[in-house]
């Protein structure tokens, strides 16, 4: 698979610390564009991420990030934010950068965090304040990661495939609404996840606990 590249730069996780700090200033006043994401970033972890376990809260730290980054490229007039558009592109552009069991996380903790943007969203600060519209019932989005499960596999293995052939893949990755993790398992673990990042960073850490994760940790 893929290099990780730029996502999910440990550099965030670090800024946490710094919101904690400036909280106290920011109150009551309007914040800059530039610094919508560590707000809610900071915002999600005082509030959700800290009752997680370590890897969880990461992963849904880092998708957080990249859908933050989505939402601030249309720039700081745009008024509403889709979350079922921006969910579809931040998959996209995650693509096969993590291994299969970063998708399984967020199959878990989505109906939470999109309850938080929902909430925190049009909360933020900014001028003008945001909208958050089209949300996703769990079965669009299981449905989002799926595909893009179905994409990252195929991007693997170079398959020439037929459309008609890549939705029968996605049906094969769902059980019902939910997101097959046994087939998932099976179809990702033969092919392996190469951490490509730098060893001592966050990243790296993150990744190698992501991978340690099998199907029945996800059934408790």
Do not use: C
């Not at 698979?1 to 106290?24: D, I, N, W």
């Not at 291994?99 to 929902?118: E, N």
């Not at 398959?159 to 996605?170: C, G, H, K, R, S």
């Not at 099976?186 to 960073?201: I, V």
Request: positive net charge; hydrophobic residues 40%.
């Amino acid at each position: 698979m893929s290099r990780p590249g730029k996502f999910a730069k440990s550099s965030r996780v670090k800024q946490l610390r710094q919101f904690k700090r400036r909280k106290q200033q920011q109150a009551g006043n309007v914040i800059a564009w530039d610094r919508v994401t560590d707000f809610l970033l900071g915002r999600y972890q005082l509030t959700q991420g800290r009752k997680l376990p370590a890897t969880v809260a990461a992963t849904v730290q880092r998708f957080f990030s990249e859908w933050l980054t989505t939402a601030q490229a249309a720039g700081p007039t745009q008024l509403q934010w889709s979350v079922s558009e921006l969910t579809t592109a931040t998959l996209a552009r995650i693509g096969n950068q993590v291994p299969w069991q970063f998708y399984a996380v967020l199959a878990g903790q989505f109906g939470s965090w999109q309850r938080f943007i929902h909430r925190e969203g049009p909360a933020v600060p900014i001028e003008p304040r945001r909208q958050i519209v089209a949300l996703m019932t769990p079965a669009t989005f299981n449905r989002a990661l799926a595909h893009q499960l179905a994409v990252n596999l195929l991007t693997v293995t170079a398959a020439p495939i037929t459309p008609a052939q890549e939705d029968q893949l996605v049906h094969s990755l769902l059980d019902e609404d939910q997101l097959n993790l046994a087939a998932v398992g099976a179809l990702f673990t033969p092919l392996g996840f190469q951490n490509t990042a730098e060893k001592r960073s966050d990243t790296y850490q993150w990744l190698n606990d992501l991978q340690m994760l099998t199907v029945s940790d996800f059934h408790h």
